[in-house]
């Protein structure tokens, strides 16, 4: 089990940026972010493997960006141009599997056992 640990978030006025970092007890082959907002289900930001395979959701595209130090077992989340809908608890989340080429958007955080406690992220108008 690889134990991960955030920080990073906080509040922003619309436009601001943040980095989020996720600190992980051991190496990992995996790591995702994933955010909730209160009501709503859990939904993945981003997505990168050991051989550097990234998927970043749509909505974030263009603003947020992931990376990952495996020498460090860390891994970073930048957000920039943040915007009020962006407001969410982010989690960072470890996974031992490939990711499936053709695996919908929706289903992966099944791939993902271990999870951090989580940041919160808010983004004021």
């Known amino acids: 089990q690889v134990h991960l640990v955030e920080s990073g978030g906080g509040s922003v006025q619309t436009g601001g940026s943040l980095r989020l970092s996720c600190a992980a007890s051991?190496?990992?082959?995996?790591l995702g972010w994933f955010r909730q907002v209160s009501g709503k289900s859990r939904e993945a930001v981003a997505t990168?493997?050991?051989?550097?395979?990234?998927r970043i959701a749509d909505s974030v595209k263009g603003r947020f960006s992931i990376l990952r130090d495996d020498d460090a077992n860390t891994s970073e989340l930048t957000m920039n141009n943040l915007r009020p809908e962006d407001t969410g608890m982010y989690y960072c989340?470890?996974?031992?599997?490939?990711?499936?080429?053709?695996?919908?958007?929706?289903?992966?955080?099944?791939?993902?056992?271990?999870w951090g406690q989580g940041t919160q992220v808010t983004v004021s108008p």
């Open positions: 989340a470890a996974g031992h599997e490939w990711i499936g080429d053709n695996e919908e958007w929706g289903n992966l955080d099944r791939y993902f056992t271990d």
């Open positions: 051991s190496p990992f082959f995996l």
């Open positions: 990168l493997d050991r051989v550097r395979r990234r």
